[in-house]
């Protein structure tokens, strides 16, 4: 079975920082993968995916991941970080093919300081 | 605008009592999935449908948890009863088979005390 690690538990950051978040998964076949975003108080978005491709996937409000299938990763990045952009973030997983559910990890909270 | 509707979004209950939170996918998914958030587990998968069909309920308690979909229209979570660990933020996703990204609803979050 697939999972999901996302090794930094909370982040805090000042606005105009760089931020990337790491992700990584454990599985041996074909992967889709996916960043969710999840304001306070609010139900999880859909920040980026891949499928397959350029590994070097852009998502919505400045977001990118990059796809290192050598590193089972899929660190979300961002060049400048908004104190908007507080909120917390899940790495999710699914199998390519058959049982599509979703596996997230822990998720990252991220805190930006205006 | 397609969206996942979940209803009640918060439900307070007393621990022995039945709890029914529902789903209303969006139209024309064929994909339904429950989750369940804590800060203790995350996010947590309790069962998924395909086609009404429930195709894994490994992560749901059995013998207080169920799931059904009486609909294509309708998903319903029924815990019964309710226990305090039972406390938690429950969402509802669907999703269409050839297109795996899910769609989220905004969660129901039940109190049981």
């Known amino acids: 079975a697939q999972s999901v690690s996302q090794h930094n538990h909370h982040v805090i950051l000042s606005e105009a920082a760089s931020l990337e978040l790491g992700c990584n998964y454990s599985?041996?076949?074909?992967?889709?993968l996916f960043w969710y975003v999840q304001y306070p108080g609010q139900h999880l978005q859909l920040l980026l995916k891949?499928?397959?491709?350029?590994?070097l996937v852009k998502g919505i409000k400045g977001f990118e991941a990059e796809f290192i299938k050598s590193k089972f990763s899929f660190n979300l990045r961002k060049p400048s970080v908004q104190w908007s952009d507080t909120a917390e973030y899940f790495c999710?997983?699914?199998?390519?093919?058959?049982?599509?559910?979703?596996?997230f990890g822990t998720g990252t909270r991220l805190t930006i300081i205006p | 605008d397609a969206r996942v509707t979940q209803t009640p979004r918060h439900k307070v209950t007393e621990m022995g009592q039945e709890v029914t939170m529902r789903c209303q996918p969006i139209?024309?998914?064929?994909?339904v999935f429950w989750y369940r958030q804590t800060m203790m587990q995350g996010l947590e998968l309790l069962a998924y449908?395909?086609?009404?069909?429930?195709?894994?309920d490994s992560g749901m308690p059995k013998d207080r948890f169920s799931a059904e979909m009486p609909d294509a229209t309708l998903a319903t979570l029924k815990i019964q009863p309710s226990e305090p660990r039972d406390s938690a933020v429950y969402f509802c996703?669907?999703?269409?088979?050839?297109?795996?990204?899910?769609?989220f609803g905004q969660g129901t979050r039940l109190t049981v005390v």
């Open positions: 996703a669907s999703g269409l088979l050839q297109n795996t990204e899910a769609f």
């Open positions: 599985y041996g076949g074909t992967v889709n």
């Open positions: 891949y499928f397959s491709g350029d590994p």
């Open positions: 999710a997983v699914n199998v390519n093919f058959g049982n599509e559910k979703l596996t």
């Open positions: 139209l024309g998914h064929n994909t």
């Open positions: 449908f395909r086609n009404r069909a429930p195709l894994d």
